[in-house]
Structure formats: C-alpha cells, structure tokens
C-alpha cells in the first residue's frame, strides 16, 4: 500500500512550457485535492475532486487545469509556465464518511512536486 | 469554515510535553478540529482530530475546551523528530477543503 504518490519529484521548466503532474491513490479514496504551497506559508488549495469524471475550483484555479478520469489518479496540467508558479505542489486524497452531518475526514498527503519555473 | 489562532513558534525541551495551543472561537456546532504536522517540507501528516471530547492516539492528545472555542494539541514526550510547522484545523461538513494557515513552528531541542 504506497498511499499517495506524486510524479515527478522535481522539475524545472520554461516560462510558457507545459506539464502535467500526476497524482496517484491506492486507497480507494472518493475525494482527492491539489494543493500549492509557496515558502513560509500554508498550503492553498488548486482544484479538487469529489469522484471519477467531477472536479471543482479551490481558492486559487487560476493558470490550471484538472481531470479525474480514473478514481485512483487526478491530474493537475499548467498549460502555460510562469514564474508565479513556482511552489511545491501536494495532493491529497480522502473518503467522506458514510453518516450524514458528520465531518470527519482525514486527507492523506503525497510527499509533493517541487516545480521551478525560470 | 471557522478561522483559526495559533502562535507563530514555540520551544520545548526533548523528553517534555508539548503543549500547543489553538483558537477557534468562531467554531460551530458540526465543525471538527484537526491537527496536522509538516515536517521540513515533506507532505502534511495527519496527526489527531475531534468534536467535542478529547481524545489520544498514538502520536498525541487532543484537549477540547467545553465551550469548544480553543484546543491543545500536546506531544506527551517530545523528540527531536517532532520538530515541525503544527497546523490546527477547523472543518465543516465533508466535502470542504482543508484551510491550512501558517501554523505554529515547533522546535523541539535537545
């Protein structure tokens, strides 16, 4: 059981390049996250996933692109580089419990992307 | 989601508790708090979470006032490796995302 994986680890890229980062979950989660985190500060949230083929804007969309087509990956995509996002990116996954009105929910993190962009 | 308080850094001993403190006191009535850890810059790891009654796992405990407007999360015997950024979290109902704040950085020493 790896948990949540990222790939890769660590890229640089050119103002204007493309990438896709991906996310993987061996635990059967419902709900999977990305989030950003710039240095010194707390984590903002990108986009998010309530379930295969449904994703859904967080605080800061902007410049991004996401797609949920098999439950156990989300995908976060930079169509096009800048310099302002340049961060570490995480991903979370978790499962909403069965019983209504209750909000437990543990999120489970990846060990993160650490992006350069020049 | 209810904002939170917390102290930008604290110390503590090896071998002692830690004690970190939390406030919330916008926090509704079907809002959990939760406790997260950052170390260096790894991905967040869950540590405890509760509603209105303590509660203790292996890595901490968690003390909820009875008002339910502040918490302490405390680290019984504090080791070198606990040195971390500790976040605290207030969330509603499932769904929701996780507002992580800048959190208290805890430096454990020896």
């Known amino acids: 059981n790896a948990g949540v994986t990222q790939t890769p680890k660590f890229r640089v890229l050119k103002t204007g390049q493309s990438m896709t980062l991906l996310c993987a979950q061996d635990?059967?989660?419902?709900?999977m996250y990305w989030y950003r985190q710039d240095p010194g500060m707390g984590l903002r949230l990108i986009h998010y996933?309530?379930?295969?083929?449904?994703?859904a804007k967080g605080e800061v969309p902007d410049g991004y692109n996401v797609s949920r087509l098999k439950k156990q990956n989300f995908l976060l995509g930079l169509e096009s580089a800048a310099p302002s996002q340049t961060s570490v990116y995480f991903c979370?996954?978790?499962?909403?419990?069965?019983?209504?009105?209750?909000?437990?929910?543990?999120?489970?993190f990846g060990p993160g992307t650490r992006l350069l962009v020049l | 989601d209810a904002k939170t308080t917390q102290p930008t850094s604290m110390d503590c001993a090896e071998g002692r508790a830690a004690n970190l403190p939390c406030n919330h006191s916008?926090?509704?009535?079907?809002?959990?708090v939760y406790w997260y850890r950052q170390i260096h810059s790894q991905g967040p790891q869950y540590i405890i979470h509760?509603?209105?009654n303590n509660e203790t796992n292996e890595m901490a405990s968690l003390i909820i006032t009875e008002d339910r407007k502040s918490s302490t999360l405390i680290l019984p015997h504090a080791t070198l490796r606990d040195t971390a950024v500790y976040y605290c979290?207030?969330?509603?109902?499932?769904?929701?995302?996780?507002?992580f704040g800048p959190g208290t950085r805890l430096s454990v020493l020896p």
């Open positions: 979370a996954s978790s499962y909403p419990t069965p019983l209504a009105g209750e909000s437990k929910e543990t999120q489970y």
């Open positions: 635990m059967n989660h419902e709900y």
């Open positions: 996933s309530v379930g295969e083929g449904t994703t």
């Open positions: 916008t926090i509704s009535g079907n809002e959990y």
């Open positions: 509760g509603l209105k």
């Open positions: 979290i207030v969330r509603g109902y499932y769904g929701q995302n996780f507002v």
